[in-house]
């Protein structure tokens, strides 16, 4: 029990993003570059050009990835360029799936688009895409903003602050400046050489870390999920497995216990209960420090159900000693 709540999910610590020996960062599934909190950002909230050239040639529509993150204060704060379904999708925040119907601009990418040059611009009237210098997508209505906390935010590359829904693909340059041509930050994966940080070639930004292991960047305590995650089959497979695994810890636990304190069945019951509520906080906690893995409320609450419900049916056999060998 104690291997399964620890376990990381999948996981290999190892920062697996490469070099292109023409020029170029490749990133494959588990890597992540990032810089530091605190990113210079245009001073206004909306004007901006944001500039990125890369190859989508690795897996194009196979699922949803995360290239580029101007990230926050948490993912609802944020500025996100995705890939999902062969096409770019643009948006603050996280409703990429659209089940919030935020506003947001899905750029589709045609047939043996790979190495393209992306750029958008969005302001008062309106975002603006082109791609490879033609314009592809507009919306009038469409303004993306900043996070409110620009002291919080930092550039994200290849994932999720977490580590989830990895790019796979090859960025070659990366720029950011306001709509009169002020430059912000541009890194030049083309021209750097291959080190553990990108330094701005404007030497105004911060550099770009790329460490050799994964690093855990959002650390999240006791998150609670939302509705529509409740409907996913591989969360509700994880709530049975978070009740059912603590019946055993449960009831033998009250057993153990039962056979010290055995003239106070209610203090039993009590220690008991506190003990399977501690052991799973502090699963629970040790889970923020994995990647991979999501400090859960719901696991906290079905793991001391699952216990309790393990205790009551301890608490049954016990009162007929001959039904159970406890000795």
């Not at 004007?47 to 040639?57: E, G």
């Amino acid at each position: 029990m104690l291997f399964a709540g620890l376990r990381p999910k999948g996981y290999d610590s190892k920062n697996n993003i490469a070099w292109d020996t023409e020029g170029g960062l490749i990133f494959q599934p588990i890597s992540i570059a990032y810089t530091e909190k605190g990113i210079p950002l245009p001073p206004s909230d909306s004007d901006f050009s944001l500039d990125i050239t890369m190859d989508l040639n690795y897996n194009k529509g196979s699922s949803f990835q995360v290239i580029l993150l101007l990230y926050g204060d948490n993912r609802w704060e944020q500025i996100a360029l995705c890939l999902w379904d062969n096409s770019l999708v643009f948006l603050n925040g996280w409703d990429y799936s659209d089940r919030r119907n935020s506003p947001k601009m899905s750029i589709p990418l045609k047939d043996g688009e790979e190495y393209i040059n992306l750029l958008i611009e969005s302001g008062v009237d309106g975002t603006r895409a082109y791609i490879n210098g033609k314009l592809r997508e507009y919306s009038s209505e469409l303004t993306i903003t900043f996070p409110s906390n620009r002291d919080a935010t930092r550039l994200i590359l290849g994932s999720e602050a977490r580590g989830y829904n990895a790019y796979c693909g090859t960025i070659y340059e990366l720029a950011l400046s306001d709509l009169n041509g002020k430059s912000y930050f541009f890194y030049d994966f083309m021209h750097t050489t291959q080190e553990k940080e990108v330094n701005d070639f404007n030497g105004v930004g911060l550099s770009l870390n790329i460490p050799a292991r994964r690093p855990i960047l959002v650390k999240r305590f006791l998150q609670r999920p939302r509705l529509w995650q409740l409907r996913r089959t591989l969360l509700q497979l994880d709530m049975v497995i978070n009740l059912i695994g603590f019946i055993p810890l449960g009831f033998f636990l009250y057993l153990f216990l039962h056979k010290y304190i055995s003239n106070q069945k209610i203090m039993t019951f009590l220690v008991s209960l506190s003990l399977i509520f501690l052991f799973s906080l502090f699963l629970e906690t040790i889970q923020v420090w994995i990647p991979t893995r999501d400090s859960s409320f719901l696991d906290l609450f079905l793991n001391s159900w699952g216990g309790l419900i393990g205790v009551i049916t301890a608490i049954f056999f016990s009162k007929y000693p001959n039904s159970l060998d406890y000795e």
